[in-house]
């Protein structure tokens, strides 16, 4: 069976897309799940937090992400997947040499836009793939839509991590043209503090306009998270009894109790 694929995705950036994935790639782990973690960001925050800014920095073109863009490169898709020091965790590197192959208008750049999509086709040993997006709706970003099974757009409840969500939704029906089985999976708040009156009208609002496609969830700004990324662990591993662990424990059982409800709406239809 093909593993579920799911993008993280929101043009703002800072609002939790590289941090999401990597503690829910851990929490799915420690329940016996072979992830496979792919960044799509040319920044490379998510590759750095197993592997460190140095390491991640030197790597070459062929050795990430950037190679399904290179004419020239003979790409064996299980060479680009990197163990990571987390058992049933690997990861697909990106660095800088991505940000040149993130072009605006990808939908004109023919067989480009199913390039990560033939290569995850091509891996069947996982049974998660995380796609941890760029804050833009380019190359990198569509490959993510073209390629994935689930949208799950991650927002922080203040102005300027709500702005761009309308975009990003055009973004998701314009690519179900391409990909008929993509859907969107919620909304998920983050980076939230709920001693802010601020935020907890945010998110209000955010229920009022978007109803059930907000998750339940909610991501708190937890100093759990910080150190154990700052420790290149995921916070399921760093502090499992902490608050941040449970959050995600709870998180990874609505994403796959959504999975399973869409699954069962598809088979009904």
Request: proline share 7%; glycine share 6%; charged share 20%.
């Amino acid at each position: 069976m093909r593993p579920i694929t799911i993008c993280l995705m929101n043009q703002k950036g800072g609002c939790g897309k590289s941090s999401t994935c990597f503690h829910l790639a851990g929490q799915f782990a420690q329940a016996g799940d072979r992830v496979l973690l792919v960044d799509a960001d040319p920044q490379g925050s998510l590759s750095q937090g197993f592997f460190g800014s140095t390491l991640v920095e030197c790597l070459e073109p062929q050795e990430t992400l950037a190679a399904l863009f290179l004419d020239d490169a003979f790409l064996a898709p299980e060479a680009l997947c990197a163990r990571t020091p987390l058992e049933n965790v690997a990861s697909v590197r990106s660095n800088q040499h991505l940000a040149p192959h993130n072009t605006p208008c990808p939908q004109t750049t023919g067989l480009r836009q199913f390039a990560l999509r033939t290569c995850l086709d091509r891996l069947p040993d996982f049974d998660l793939v995380l796609i941890d997006c760029p804050p833009n709706l380019y190359q990198c970003s569509w490959n993510a839509l073209v390629a994935a099974d689930f949208v799950i757009i991650p927002v922080p409840p203040e102005d300027f991590g709500t702005q761009g969500l309308r975009p990003v939704q055009q973004a998701i029906e314009g690519a179900r043209l391409l990909n008929p089985r993509l859907s969107l999976l919620g909304h998920l708040v983050t980076r939230s503090d709920g001693r802010l009156l601020v935020h907890r009208t945010y998110e209000q609002n955010l229920r009022r306009l978007y109803g059930p496609t907000v998750l339940q969830t909610v991501v708190p700004e937890a100093s759990a998270f910080k150190v154990s990324l700052a420790c290149r662990q995921p916070v399921s591993h760093y502090a499992p009894r902490s608050k941040a662990a449970f959050v995600m424990r709870r998180l990874a059982q609505e994403i796959v109790a959504r999975i399973e409800g869409s699954n069962r709406e598809e088979k009904i239809a």
